[in-house]
């Protein structure tokens, strides 16, 4: 084996237990601290195990000294009683197997510890590896002239050591780098998933903020042309006011679970489901000058479809007409049909609003995209997601200046009567 293989293979003996150590914490991620430490405390063990059982050889006579490695990274992580039992191993190992007297190894290992100890407070890897090198480099070679091959010659004892002292240097801080570099990656992916939680929680709040607005700016406008001395209206306001207000208690369900928005299907009257917007939304229309125009068949169209979930799309996607009006228009109008085919039914919504250019158009059902100074950009994504519950598709065309057209498309999963 080569001199290069040789020094390969005690690499590999050393980064295979620390680049496990560091898989493991991006595979387990939240461990306790003490977790972390005992990971860690096991991948050093393991390395110098490795090492010293299969990668330390000789060649020509001397020994490649690659074992310091494992206790130089637990001062740099400052593990102190990792480093004292690591330090009293190597003691032992040099005594048994490199012939070193004992006084001298542990006189070596004492050095790292005390200048561990007077520096720890401006401590970084490089004044680590840097004070390491210097310790090793004297005692290195101290202990080829005295122990290791006190026989050999002046020059080829200085060669040894000299290459020794530069391959333990540049493989020190090429190990230590990717150490380093991995536990980086390792917050990075630690970091993300803390960043794509919190996304999921904000996306949920949200949603769940967004569309209780909806609702309560429904109650409000009731309330505000609400005349207590009439009694019709009365009768006509409160029992919508009601229904609204328990929608929004169904809407705050979603704040106990904001992972995935949940449909609860039961077979509901679509047509029912569509007169009903009608009537609740009738006042609103009329406050802004709009003439609302519904072309129900007179057949009911049964479905398997969570009632509510469905109106708050409808109410979001005529909110949003509304808002969309064209002010400088003298005849302002939305419209509602039906078409059925034969494995769909498509609800057409159509207003002659501002309409959208291509731009907006193609953002218009991203996350968080909105053209509104107040809006949030999760009606029209949360609408998407809930029809694609249903097993259906949500489609908007628009032309700028002209109006927008939605089309809904649920699948016809019980026959009409």
Wanted: proline share 2%; charged share 25%.
């Amino acid at each position: 084996m080569s001199y290069f293989e040789i020094l390969l293979e005690n690499c590999i003996f050393l980064l295979c237990p620390l680049s496990i150590y560091l898989l493991y914490m991006i595979y387990r991620r939240n461990l306790s601290i003490e977790e972390k430490d005992l990971s860690l405390e096991l991948a050093l063990i393991s390395s110098l195990y490795l090492v010293l059982k299969f990668g330390t050889t000789k060649e020509a006579g001397y020994s490649i000294m690659l074992f310091d490695i494992p206790l130089l990274i637990s001062y740099y992580k400052r593990k102190i009683p990792l480093a004292i039992f690591i330090s009293l191993t190597l003691v032992c190992y040099e005594y048994l197997f490199l012939n070193i007297n004992p006084y001298f190894a542990a006189l070596e290992y004492s050095c790292y510890l005390i200048i561990y100890s007077l520096m720890k407070k401006k401590l970084n890897i490089k004044t680590i590896i840097n004070n390491f090198i210097i310790v090793k480099s004297f005692m290195l070679a101290l202990a080829v002239f005295w122990f290791l091959k006190p026989e050999a010659s002046f020059n080829s004892n200085i060669i040894y050591i000299l290459s020794m002292i530069l391959i333990i240097y540049i493989i020190t801080n090429v190990i230590i780098y990717f150490f380093i570099k991995g536990e980086k990656i390792v917050e990075l992916s630690n970091d993300l998933e803390k960043i794509e939680k919190e996304k999921e929680l904000r996306k949920s709040l949200f949603k769940v903020t967004h569309e209780i607005k909806n609702p309560i700016a429904v109650c409000k406008g009731y309330l505000d042309m609400l005349d207590l001395n009439d009694k019709k209206k009365v009768r006509k306001y409160i029992p919508i006011i009601k229904e609204e207000i328990t929608r929004t208690l169904i809407l705050m369900d979603d704040f106990l679970d904001y992972t995935k928005i949940k449909i609860e299907k039961e077979e509901i009257d679509l047509i029912m489901l569509l007169e009903e917007l009608e009537c609740s939304l009738e006042p609103l229309f009329k406050k802004r000058k709009i003439k609302a125009t519904f072309e129900l068949p007179d057949d009911e169209i049964y479905l398997e479809a969570d009632y509510n979930r469905l109106k708050q799309v409808f109410i979001n996607i005529f909110k949003n007409a509304i808002e969309a009006e064209d002010s400088k228009r003298e005849h302002k109008y939305v419209k509602l049909k039906l078409e059925i085919k034969d494995q769909e039914i498509q609800i057409i919504i159509e207003d002659n609003g501002i309409g959208m250019d291509k731009e907006t158009l193609e953002k218009v059902s991203e996350m968080f995209f909105t053209t509104k100074a107040k809006g949030s950009g999760l009606g029209i994504s949360l609408s998407k997601e809930i029809i694609e519950l249903h097993g259906g598709t949500i489609m908007y065309n628009s032309v700028k200046g002209k109006g927008t057209r939605v089309i809904v498309t649920l699948p016809k999963n019980l026959n009409m009567s």
